[in-house]
């Protein structure tokens, strides 16, 4: 495969109408987690190129064609990349694959996602309202949803077009425009997607993308006076330096961060239904998702039945090469994070847990050459864990036994985080008040995976802000009120002789 960004092409920096090289530090290798070779050489951006990138899309809002394009033609050019999207699907699902490790078939599915996710805003394009009211003393007041200008976004590595294109479309539906810094790890697919942001159609300036580290790129960008709105996704530690960067300028900033996702199954749930939605819930894309469910909260009453269909389940996960059809979980992204992962999975029995036998590093054949592990279950585990406390980020579940819902619930909450929840259940009377217990911003009853219709983010440290449907479009404009005297003022203050 010879696409862009996979060539001896170093111009990676998308500035303006120009893809350039970055004037940073030394390239950045990108490797191919399958086998730790290296996919190609990332050339990062210099503070004078995010200077430059942060003033293209400045100039963009305020005095290119963008600020003055009607919002309908701003969502048919939305509509046009999201065709682009799914036409390229098959070049960026492999990118993806050979770039973050996700299965061929999954990462389909992420490409038609990232589709989805700028089909849906484009349609909010020339419907985004303000709400209208009278006052007393015969005034008016009126607000106007207005963009911020120059949103700048942050993408993790995990998921990166889908996760990009959610806040991009939001943005661009609302009028912003965008620099984006993708993952110096995971950036291939985004930097195939600013090709095809420029074979759409859309002005200069726009969409702009800088390359390099969080902590040198990713700072200037958090810290820039010229950025209106930030919006980053990735972990907590993460999040609290962009949040510190952001206090400088009192730049607003939306945040998704980490995430423990309990699931709770309730003694009523269908077995073979529940262990197939915790399969999904706890193991999809690795777990390497900050919605995973990673803790499993089982009654007395099923648990050993459970954990038996659990644990020849997660046997049966087929673990190997990312572009093989068959491929149901491909590797961790590095092995760096391959190490992090197993050492939560090597101190839990110290602490009093069980770990399944079956589970973990693939060290023999051609796949320990790359970043494999096999589903982990690991059982006994109390809530006072560090595997039950700490954000592990890869296919490893901790299993807690319990005899009192009550008792359930309020362990699924003894955790820092609050991103997602999953629920199983029969009784719909007892779903709703599990669901309005839990102190997270999404909970799933007998169900996996959101979408563009649905508001999604966290309480606690796992963020603050939402993407997705109207509490996105919410995100990325600002309010401004607006209030008209229809009568001939009189000052309330100082009375004026009449003539």
Known sequence: MKHFPLTNDTRQLLIGPQWREGRGSRPIDVLDPSTNGLLFRLSPASLDDVNDAVAAAGEAFHD?????????????????????LVERQEILAELETRNTGIPIRESRFEVASAAGHLEYFAGFAGKIEGTAAPLPDNRLMYTIREPYGVVGQSVPWNSPLKLMARGCAAALACGNTLVMKPSSVACASVLHFGKLVQEAGFPDGVVNIVTGSGTAVGAALSRHPGVRKLVFTGGTAGGREVLRDAAQNVTPALVELGGKGPIIVC????????????????????????????????????????????????????????????????????????????????????????????????????????NFMRPVIVTGVTPAMKIAQEEVFGPVLAVCRYSDLEGAIRDANATSYGLAAYVWTKDV???????GALECGNVFVNTYRYGSEVPFGGYKQSGMGREHGFEGIREYTQVKTVVIGLDRWQDAVRARPRA
Not at 64 to 84: I, Y
Not at 429 to 435: E, P, T
């Open 64 to 84: 290119g064609p963008w600020g003055r394009m009607p919002a309908r033609e701003r969502g048919r050019l939305m509509s046009r990349l999201a065709t682009l």
């Open 267 to 370: 003694a009523d749930a269908d077995l073979e239904e529940a262990v197939d939605g915790v399969m999904s819930q706890a193991f999809a894309r690795l777990a390497q998702v900050c919605f995973a469910g990673t803790r499993l909260f089982l009654p007395d009453a099923i648990h050993d039945e459970f954990v038996a269909r659990l644990v020849a389940q997660a046997h049966a996960v087929r673990v190997g090469d990312p572009m093989d059809e068959a491929t149901e979980m491909g590797p961790l992204i590095s092995r760096a994070h391959l190490e992090s992962v197993l050492r939560y999975v090597d101190e839990a029995p110290r602490e009093g847990a069980r770990v399944v036998p079956g589970g973990g590093w693939v060290t023999e054949g051609a796949l320990a050459r790359g």
């Open 429 to 435: 009377r007892q779903a709703h008040r599990i669901a």
